[in-house]
């Protein structure tokens, strides 16, 4: 495998993400209720029903410690970079709720790494799925 700029810039954006990611799950995960009641707290002032504030609390971490992990990994980075995306369209929807537009700048800029990841999947030669599609290959013409 040849190694190029964009290859080796790809590795590092995605496991700067998987860090960020797992970072935050790894953070919220101990303290889990505490984490979610807050969110209930600064989500009363929404149109949202606390319950469904306190069950997004109380996945959140999870979702994020499993995407970081992944990312990190580079496994099913394709499925894990849209399902990072579609968590950061549902935290942006959450914060518009409650009028939080210095949080939706923030979200608007993991928006636009999300973006990079899928757009340049072509680019994710430094990860477990790179391994795995060349065993998949390799069986394949065994078979032949």
Known sequence: MKTNNSLVAYALLRVAMGVNMLGHGL?????LDAFSDNMV???QKSWLPSLSIKIFGLALPFAEFLIGLLLIIGLFTYRTSVAGAILIILLLFGSSTIENWEAMG????YALF?????????????????????KIRQNESNRI
Not at 27 to 31: D, G, N, Y
Not at 114 to 134: E, G, P, R
């Open 41 to 43: 707290t600064n989500f």
């Open 114 to 134: 999300f973006y990079q990841l899928i757009t340049k999947i072509n680019n994710n030669s430094y990860a477990a799925d790179h391994l795995f599609k060349n």
């Open 106 to 109: 923030i979200q608007m800029i």
């Open 27 to 31: 953070a919220r995960i101990p303290k």
